[in-house]
């Protein structure tokens, strides 16, 4: 958003900015899986403050330059988005590591994990519009500054800096795409992350046919609102059975959310009912972490939430293009949703195997002497 306000404001079109935006998340998506192998090699400290440091002074020169040079603001942009610290990734890594075994605490965790992003989505567009009201730069600055503080906080952080990779005899090349249990779940987040990126697009049709001219800024605001609610609810109490058995309701019930969107009301009762759609993905992606969390390859875990953080802004980037090309039709995000379900429910025996093994596994850890039992929970 910073990006897109401060070429805006340069160029006095959206055209570049756009660009621009889509210049950093493609390296953002890019660099996130690269930066997790290094820390599951290497421990999460370095990647994290190294990265944060980079991407903070990247976008802080383009605050200070402007984005007059096409060049050198794609450029710029680029570094950013590759060097963007595994925050993400980095702490669902380190939750399971510094939270008791119990598996309410990691689905809290990771609930209010989710919830706090998309309260970022919500306010994150908001303050920086301010800040670009007042200067050019003023947001990216703000930006720059917010990230090398969030990133060096957790880089530094104790957790942060005596984790220790697993040792491993050999590494294999492909990581946790090694595991067609994650394939099958970065595949539904690809499906289900195109449903997103699809009603930021749609928002902008309807509320032009409306004639509202709030409503392209406000819908989307909403759905992250479901999402920070689903989020704190999904995490505040126990429900029954496991994380695959959630996963598989949530993907079905997401599609049950964007039904009601098809039907072509008005802007307050589509703002009320796009919260659902928020809700369910919130939690979706909740519950594909906790699942990811035990199916990925020994060692990788980190890479892995790489993976899914890619595979949900790849979704995300499909999704606003597919739904540019039908001209804003909420039949593109019904039919994401209906594809990452179709993914989910036709996987459902992969994954119901892979997590009675590791169900079998921790039971047997369980059972051994305490120095081996630390053991099978770090490698979890």
Do not use: K
């Not at 190294?50 to 794609?74: D, E, R």
């Not at 999904?234 to 039904?259: E, I, K, S």
């Amino acid at each position: 958003m910073s990006l897109l306000l401060a070429a805006h404001d340069e160029h006095g079109s959206l055209g570049f900015g756009g660009a621009l935006s889509a210049m950093y998340l493609v390296a953002f998506a890019v660099g996130q899986p690269v930066l997790g192998r290094f820390a599951d090699r290497r421990g999460p400290a370095l990647p994290i403050v190294a990265g944060a440091i980079t991407a903070s002074s990247a976008l802080g020169v383009l605050a200070v330059v402007g984005t007059g040079s096409t060049g050198l603001s794609v450029l710029l942009a680029a570094v950013a988005g590759l060097s963007n610290p595994p925050l993400e990734s980095g702490l669902r890594t380190l939750w399971p590591r510094i939270l008791p075994t119990r598996s309410g605490y990691l689905r809290a965790a990771y609930a209010l994990d989710n919830g706090s992003q998309e309260a970022v989505y919500v306010a994150g567009p908001l303050v920086a519009a301010l800040l670009a009201a007042l200067a050019p730069g003023a947001a990216l600055a703000a930006t720059a500054a917010v990230g090398v503080v969030g990133g060096l906080s957790l880089g530094l952080s104790r957790p942060a800096r005596e984790l220790r990779p697993i040792a491993l005899a050999e590494h294999h090349w492909l990581g946790p795409l090694r595991s067609r249990e994650v394939l099958v779940l970065l595949g539904a987040l690809i499906c289900a992350g195109g449903a997103v990126g699809a009603v930021r697009v749609c928002a902008a049709a309807q509320g032009e046919s409306l004639g509202v001219a709030w409503f392209a800024g406000a819908l989307p605001a909403f759905m992250s609102f479901g999402g920070l609610v689903g989020g704190l609810v999904y995490g505040a109490r126990g429900w029954p059975g496991g994380p695959l058995t959630h996963l598989v309701l949530l993907a079905v019930g997401h599609v049950a959310a964007w039904v009601p969107m098809m039907w072509g009301l008005g802007a307050a009762p589509s703002a009320a009912l796009v919260i659902l759609p928020g809700v369910c993905f919130s939690t979706l992606v909740c519950a594909a972490c906790l699942v990811i969390n035990t199916v990925a390859p020994t060692g990788t875990a980190t890479e892995a939430f790489g993976w899914l953080i890619a595979a949900v802004n790849l979704g995300i980037a499909a999704g606003s293009a597919v739904a540019g090309w039908t001209d804003g039709n909420y039949g593109v995000a019904l039919g994401a949703s209906v594809a990452a379900a179709l993914v989910v429910l036709c996987s459902l025996g992969w994954l119901r195997v892979r997590a009675a093994a590791v169900s079998a596994a921790a039971r047997t850890a369980s059972s051994s002497t305490p120095a081996r039992r630390a053991d099978a929970v770090a490698s979890a």
